[in-house]
């Protein structure tokens, strides 16, 4: 019984690792994609075209836990992106457009804010689950933008928690699987 329960979740799980994509233009030297526990944040970022109206301000860049692009909807778990830049001195001005299903009061789509890629170390880029509103399960995309040009595109699997229970005890959500 359990090989049978393990075959039916790895055949559902398969055309969601399937839809995972990673994308990397030429001014991105590295890129690596993941789930994150985000740290408590330092501060906050205004972002006008978020839903929040803010970004987290964190001092230090978390580990990924895992380097699934497939992500337990569950607050306080977090996904993104580590980019270095191409250039020594970084790239300033970067657009974030994450695009999701629909969500919130008006079925928002999108949203974006502006953050730097550095040249010297990898910069972390993440969303993080911190309402329950936010909690859409579907594909999601990452992108990040020099102007016109896309530096990289990452999408995720958003998906019920239960379908990757390996990522229970990662951000203390386990109890959501009983």
């Known amino acids: ?7 039916i979740f790895c055949l559902l799980l398969t055309p969601l690792a399937a839809l995972a994509e990673m994308a990397k233009g030429d001014a991105i030297t590295s890129l690596e994609a993941g789930i ?9 970022a ?9 970004t987290h301000v964190i001092t230090e860049d ?5 380097n699934s692009q497939v992500v337990p909807a ?14 020594p001195g970084g790239l ?35 969303y993080q689950f911190d309402h329950t509103y936010e909690l859409v399960q579907g594909t999601w995309t990452i992108a990040a933008y020099a102007g016109d040009l896309e530096l990289y595109a990452v999408t995720f699997e958003v998906v019920d928690p239960r379908l990757v229970p390996e990522l229970a005890g990662a951000c203390n959500f386990a109890e959501l699987l009983s």
């Open 1 to 7: 019984m359990l090989t049978r329960a393990l075959f």
């Open 36 to 44: 994150i526990c985000p740290p408590e944040p330092f501060d906050a």
């Open 46 to 54: 205004p972002a006008p075209d978020t839903l929040a109206g803010q």
């Open 62 to 66: 978390p580990p990924f836990v895992s």
């Open 92 to 126: 300033p001005g970067v657009i974030v457009r994450v695009s999701h299903p629909p969500m919130g009061e008006n079925g928002r789509q999108t949203q974006s804010f502006i953050t730097a890629i550095s040249g010297q170390s990898p910069s972390v880029t993440f």
């Open 74 to 87: 569950a607050l306080g778990v977090g996904f993104g992106i580590k980019a270095l830049s191409d250039a």
